[in-house]
C-alpha cells in the first residue's frame, strides 16, 4: 500500500512537469489549425471573386454558390465564440455599417501571441488571410513611395533643382 502511495505521488509530479509541454502542444496544434482555416476561406474568396467578378458581401455566400467553392465557413479556433474578423475591400462609411461591403479575407479575433510567426507576425490578431495581395489598395509589404520635390520660389525666380556646371573654372 505504501509502494502505492509512493508511484501516485511520483506519478502526479511528472505530470505536473509534463502540463505546460501538453498545453504547448495543444496551443501549436490549434496554430496550425488556424492558418489552414484561414486559408482555405481566403483561396474560397479569391474563388468566389474568379467566378463572379466582384468579393462576396458575406462569408455564407460563399457555401451558396454551386459548385460549391468550400463546404462549410470554418470557425475561427483561437477565440471562444468561433468568428473571424472581416476584412473589407473598401473602409466602412460614417455610420460604421459593414452591411454589404465586399469581404477580401480575415483574421483572428484573439490577441494572443503565438509560438510561431505567420508572415512575419506573431499576434493572431495580426495573421491575415486575405484573397488578395493588397488590403485597402496598398500591396502587402509595400513602401509609399516617396512625394517629388517641386522646384522652390514663384514666378521668374522659380529655379529647377540643379548642380553646378561642370566645365567652369575661375
Do not use: N
Not at 477565440?79 to 452591411?99: C, H, L, M
Not at 522652390?152 to 567652369?168: E, F, L, M, V
Amino acid at each position: 500500500m505504501a509502494l502505492l502511495l509512493v508511484f501516485m505521488v511520483i506519478m502526479g509530479i511528472l505530470l505536473m512537469k509534463a502540463q505546460p509541454y501538453a498545453i504547448a502542444q495543444v496551443q501549436r496544434e490549434k496554430e496550425a489549425e488556424l492558418i489552414f482555416r484561414g486559408e482555405a476561406i481566403a483561396r474560397a474568396i479569391r474563388v468566389y471573386q474568379l467566378r463572379t467578378g466582384g468579393y462576396p458581401p458575406s462569408l455564407g455566400s460563399l457555401t451558396e454558390l454551386r459548385p460549391r467553392i468550400i463546404r462549410r465557413v470554418y470557425e475561427e479556433p483561437m477565440s471562444k465564440d468561433g468568428e473571424w474578423r472581416k476584412i473589407y475591400q473598401v473602409q466602412p462609411g460614417v455610420t460604421g455599417s459593414t452591411a454589404g461591403l465586399p469581404i477580401i479575407g480575415v483574421a483572428s479575433t484573439s490577441d494572443a501571441q503565438g509560438y510561431r510567426k505567420y508572415k512575419g507576425r506573431e499576434l493572431y490578431s495580426d495573421w491575415i488571410f486575405s484573397a488578395t495581395d493588397t488590403v485597402l489598395g496598398m500591396p502587402q509589404g509595400a513602401q509609399v513611395p516617396p512625394v517629388p520635390q517641386l522646384p522652390t520660389g514663384t514666378g521668374k525666380d522659380a529655379q529647377p533643382p540643379s548642380s553646378p556646371p561642370a566645365g567652369d573654372k575661375k
